[in-house]
């Protein structure tokens, strides 16, 4: 029987160095729990960069002894193929210009060589792992050349990949000077996934245009072989939102946490004070700015909210080493400032802002408390804070504002719909959300629930593999031919 092996960037769990050693954190993300089912019931390996680099032989021992209680193995990356591989080719040329910045991407021959060097690292260990016949699992934009390198050397294997941010369309992609390689990089797996139906009619198109292979609706016809082209919309652990929002409800107010109890305070101060949402990781493709220019703008226009809605802003740091996001960090420091104090008053914060990540226990707290909200993405693969927020409104009262530039608005379409880039347009979605009927949110929110509780994290995962196993079956027909 085949194996399972999955390959990303990060490994479902961490190792950090502490001073009595190495430890093992897991990770709660949702990739490490649509696969737990495969990776943990089967002999399957998950290979990835622990976060850490060992100092000593010593140290090496330690951390490999330590994945493997979790059946996970180490590519060890050192400080320089962090700067040019992940800091450089992943996220300061191939994120902005998949989330179409093209004014942020950097061009460097340091950062591809290293790209292509992990990449190669990335199949050694798979390889060195890897019996006859076995299946792969590679994730997201850190590897997109792994499948191909996989192929020539190792043509026995069944691969799979799974995008999980936008794949741009082709006058995005021309401007790459390694385009060709990176769609050749692709091809080599036997299955290709993507969010949504648009990004993979844009691979598609840069596949017939760069390269001018033959396309039959969703297979790519190569010399020798097929490639599938098909879209699997990343789901989230809805029995685990949905569970952790029914008991927090049934919890009396004070045995929930202070937070909460704070929270609780706010809204219970003033009839009718609302409580506006977003969660995200500090990234210029999130449309920060955006939303708190729409939110300032929202205040001018319905004064009489003002001392009634307030907008808690949670966003995680991350990339803090990359420039643009240094910047991005004091733009909204300042338009937060700026906001609280124009319109601030001695009993009101108009923006509640924390620049931190929150335990999942708060997570919950907020999205069942929140009576919107607000996430406006430039551009996102998928954004699965909007389908945990949903999967939280047990109570059905809510509203989701959600950009349609984000994958899940395509699944969303009872959400609130807007261009982020339109101000007005989103300080007016504001206002129709908070004074949204009760009826019609039930109504919304109960579709979307249902929508999202059928196609979850797990099914995500196994229809994923389904198809993969299907291309194992097309190619024995194509050989037996
Ligand atoms: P991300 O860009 O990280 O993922 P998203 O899909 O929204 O975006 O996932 C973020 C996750 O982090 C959510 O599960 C959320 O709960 C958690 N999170 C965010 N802020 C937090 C905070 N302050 N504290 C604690 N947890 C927080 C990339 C792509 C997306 C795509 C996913 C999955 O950019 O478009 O949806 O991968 O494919």
Sequence with gaps: MSRLIIASNRLPVMINRSADGMTI?????????????????????????PGVMPETKKEEKEVIGLLETEQCLPVFLNEELITNYYDGFSNATLWPLFHYFAEFTEFNESYWESYSKVNEMFADAIIENAE???????????????????????????????????????????????????????LGADLIGFHTYDYARHFISSVKRLLGHDVDFNQIKLENRQVMI????????????????????????????????DIDRF???????????????????KGI?????????????????????????????????????????NEIDVLVGNINGEFGTLNWNPVIYFYRSVPFNNLIELYSSADVALLTPLRDGMNLVAKEYIASKVNKKGVLILSEMAGASKELGEAISVNPNNIPDTADAIYRALTKPDKEMEKAITAMQQRIK?????KWASEFMKALNKTIEKRSEHHAR
């Design 454 to 458: 059928r196609y979850d994290i797990h």
């Design 267 to 285: 809204l219970l101060s003033m009839p009718n004070r609302k409580l506006i949402l977003s969660i995200d990781r500090l990234d210029y493709t």
């Design 289 to 329: 700015p955006q939303r708190l220019n729409a939110f300032r703008e929202f205040l001018m226009k319905h004064p009489d909210y003002r001392e009634r809605v307030s907008l808690i802003m949670l966003t995680v740091p991350s990339r803090t080493d990359v420039e643009q996001y240094q910047n991005l960090k």
């Design 132 to 186: 006859e016949g076995d299946v792969v699992w590679v994730h997201d934009y850190q590897l997109l050349l792994l499948p191909n390198i996989l192929r020539e050397r190792r043509p026995d294997l069944t691969i799979g990949f799974f995008l999980h941010i936008p794949f741009p369309s082709y006058e995005l992609i021309r401007i790459l000077p390694w385009r060709e390689q990176i769609v050749n990089g692709l």
């Design 230 to 261: 098909d879209v699997f919309p990343m789901g989230i652990d809805y029995e685990k939102f949905e569970s952790h929002a029914l008991e927090i409800q049934s919890k009396p107010i004070q045995d929930r946490s202070k937070e909460h109890q």
């Design 25 to 49: 954190t897991p990770s709660a993300g949702g990739l490490a729990t649509g696969l737990k089912s495969y990776h943990k019931d089967s002999n399957s390996v998950w290979i990835g960069w």
